[in-house]
């Protein structure tokens, strides 16, 4: 059975310090990985990862993907108030059809 | 680019009752996904259209959860009669392409419905 796994289920930091966060996943036929940002109801895209794109960088977030050892982290640098959201790691496989298999997220507070 | 539409934002009803919520996915998009969201979990995919066709239904508990895609644009999912355990946020999410598994997905507000 496909599944993602993403730890910690939660955390709580101060202002300025850096996080990671972990995806780790077991999926038929891998084909993307994707990390979203949930503040309130809708996810909204960060990053995607795939065989010819192992590592992303946007301001202070940074994501790599590891496919040997089947996981990805998202580092937060510097971190602010304004990051304070669940962080969502979603696995796109191809098992028949094409779909997405979400982890049950990491919440994340950052303290100010 | 306007993005994902949902209606209605928040339902409230009473177990047995039925209700429907509404998606507009952004223009062009071929695939529309729903998910329902419990509170504590990732989303879980419900039910995958391709154009109007249906690519993945599996995890749509048929017996009480339906959905169409009108025309390729607009979806419906329906949920009738509903039971305390669908309390949870409706997502309803689109992307360009073929769902190859290399296209973003775009996710609407979402709608929270409250079974009691």
């Known amino acids: 059975e496909d599944k993602v796994v993403q730890s910690p289920l939660s955390l709580v930091v101060h202002e300025g310090d850096t996080v990671t966060l972990n995806c780790s996943y077991e999926?038929?036929?891998?084909?993307?990985l994707l990390w979203y940002k949930q503040e309130k109801k809708a996810p909204t895209f960060l990053f995607m990862l795939t065989s010819s794109g192992i590592e992303k960088k946007s301001g202070r977030l940074s994501s790599i993907l590891d496919k040997k050892e089947l996981f990805s982290i998202l580092n937060i640098t510097a971190t602010q108030t304004g990051d304070s959201a669940i962080y969502l790691c979603?696995?796109?496989?191809?098992?028949?059809?094409?779909?997405?298999?979400f982890g049950t997220g990491t919440r994340l507070k950052v303290l100010a | 680019e306007a993005g994902v539409a949902q209606s209605p934002r928040y339902k409230i009803i009473e177990k047995r009752q039925s209700v429907a919520f509404w998606c507009n996915p952004i223009s062009g998009h071929a695939t529309l996904y729903w998910y329902q969201q419990i509170l504590g979990q990732g989303p879980k995919l419900l039910i995958q259209?391709?154009?109007?066709?249906?690519?993945?239904d599996s995890q749509l508990p048929k017996d009480r959860f339906s959905a169409e895609r009108l025309k390729g644009v607009d979806s419906t999912l329906k949920i009738q009669p509903a039971k305390l355990e669908d309390s949870a946020v409706y997502l309803c999410a689109s992307s360009l392409g073929a769902g190859t598994g290399y296209n973003e997905q775009f996710f609407g507000p979402g709608t929270r419905l409250t079974v009691l």
């Open positions: 259209f391709q154009n109007n066709g249906v690519v993945d």
């Open positions: 999926v038929t036929n891998f084909r993307s």
């Open positions: 979603a696995v796109g496989s191809l098992s028949g059809t094409y779909k997405y298999i």
